[in-house]
Structures are given as structure tokens and as C-alpha cells.
């Protein structure tokens, strides 16, 4: 089992629509939970950082967190074609060997007219 | 606030040559990363720096060596290159391991 995993995509979304982003971790021990955006070509780009349990809001972005279950996603609602991009998820556990400072491979989504 | 700034953007080396990609922060962050970037692998951690002086492995750090020269600064050397480190080359840094890291440009790296 990876240690951290995402879906790789491409996830086709219909401008306007929720897009869902989903990511599972192996790590128990996380405690911070980040998404990044990349675009192709250029670097990532924090989006979301989520600590807790539960939803996080912010604007059209939405992150859910579930520790129990090792589940962390990402819900972009009113979809743009300018979300179109890969989403890397990054778990963080403080305690852990900088050899785990890791990052999930990422999502494509691509937006579509 | 210029972030974080890598030098070069490009660069093509022979394998065997050696090169230092630089990177440098204004945001006064305690942590910096070197990481690398290869199609359909993700980011991979080559080495970390918690502060002003120490340094520890990341996930693929052979072939590589780093200096935090101060709080700043975070270079990332090879010695010999070889055709497989062929990659994308990103430094970040964050206030501390588990905090955001923000990103520099990139250093597209070519070894032929």
C-alpha cells in the first residue's frame, strides 16, 4: 500500500459542477493535512489546510477530514476551467522521519466547457 | 517579498559534470526542502533542513548533498551527474515541519 493515495486521473468535470478530490493515508500519526494545486509547468500552490475532523470552507473550496477512517478529500464547487489542474495531497506528521515528509502523486482535473 | 528564488531555471549538464542549484527565502522560515519532480512519481523529498544547521534524508537522497549555509539559504549540490537525475527540481520552505510550504520556480535539470 502506497502511503499516501490519489486517484491520478484525469477526473473530467463539466464547468459549473462539484468536483471531488479524494486522497487515503497510511500514516496514523498525521496531523496537518494540506492540498496543493499545480498547474502544469509551474509549482505547487497551497489551497487548503485542514487539522481537525470535519469540513473546512474556504470560498468554493471545501476539505474533509476523517482520521478514523484515513480519509482526507477536496470538493471544489462551481467548477472554472481555470481549476483545471493537478492536486497534490500532503499528510503531515511532526513526529515522523523527514524520510515521510511525502507528497500523494496528485489528481488531474481537467474542467470542461 | 520575492518568496522563495532558485537559480538556475534551466540547466543541461554532461553526466559525470557537477552543479549547485541555490535557493534562498526572505519569509524568515525556520524549514527548507529539497525536493524532485519526475512525470507520473509525484514529489519526492531529496533532503531537509529543520533549521540554520541541520539537514536530514529525505525519501532519494543518493547522489546529492545540501548546505543550509544560513537561515536563508538552502543549496543542493551533485557531484557526479548521471542521466537519472534528470528531473525537476523544486526548494520550498514553511515555518516549521508541519506548517504550508510555499514554492520556488524550479530548476528544470537535464543530464545527457
Known amino acids: 500500500q502506497k502511503e499516501v493515495e490519489q486517484n491520478s486521473g484525469p477526473l473530467s468535470v463539466p464547468e459549473g459542477a462539484i468536483a471531488s478530490l479524494n486522497c487515503t493515508y497510511s500514516?496514523?500519526?498525521?496531523?496537518?493535512f494540506f492540498w496543493y494545486r499545480q498547474y502544469s509547468g509551474k509549482s505547487p500552490e497551497l489551497i487548503m489546510s485542514?487539522?481537525?475532523?470535519g469540513d473546512k470552507e474556504d470560498g468554493r473550496f471545501t476539505a474533509q477530514l476523517n482520521k478514523a477512517s484515513q480519509y482526507v478529500s477536496l470538493l471544489i464547487r462551481d467548477s472554472q476551467p481555470s481549476d483545471s489542474a493537478t492536486y497534490l495531497c500532503?499528510?503531515?506528521?511532526?513526529?515522523?522521519?523527514?524520510?515521510?515528509?511525502?507528497f500523494g502523486s496528485g489528481t488531474r482535473l481537467s474542467i470542461r466547457p | 517579498n520575492a518568496g522563495v528564488t532558485q537559480t538556475p531555471k534551466f540547466q543541461v549538464l554532461k553526466t559525470g559534470q557537477s552543479m549547485t542549484l541555490q535557493c534562498a527565502q526572505d519569509?524568515?522560515?525556520?524549514?527548507m526542502y529539497w525536493y524532485r519532480q519526475d512525470p507520473g512519481m509525484g514529489l519526492r523529498l531529496i533532503y531537509y533542513?529543520?533549521?540554520?544547521?541541520?539537514?536530514d534524508k529525505g525519501e532519494v537522497p543518493n547522489g546529492y548533498n545540501v548546505s543550509r549555509l544560513n537561515k536563508r539559504e538552502f543549496s543542493l549540490r551533485l557531484e557526479s551527474a548521471a542521466p537519472s537525475q534528470t528531473s525537476v527540481y523544486f526548494c520550498a520552505s514553511s515555518e516549521g515541519r508541519d506548517y504550508e510550504q510555499y514554492f520556488g520556480p524550479g530548476t528544470r535539470l537535464t543530464v545527457t
Open positions: 519569509m524568515n522560515h525556520n524549514s
Open positions: 485542514i487539522y481537525s475532523n
Open positions: 500532503a499528510p503531515r506528521n511532526l513526529y515522523s522521519s523527514a524520510s515521510k515528509i511525502i
Open positions: 533542513s529543520a533549521s540554520e544547521g541541520t539537514t
Open positions: 500514516d496514523r500519526g498525521s496531523q496537518s
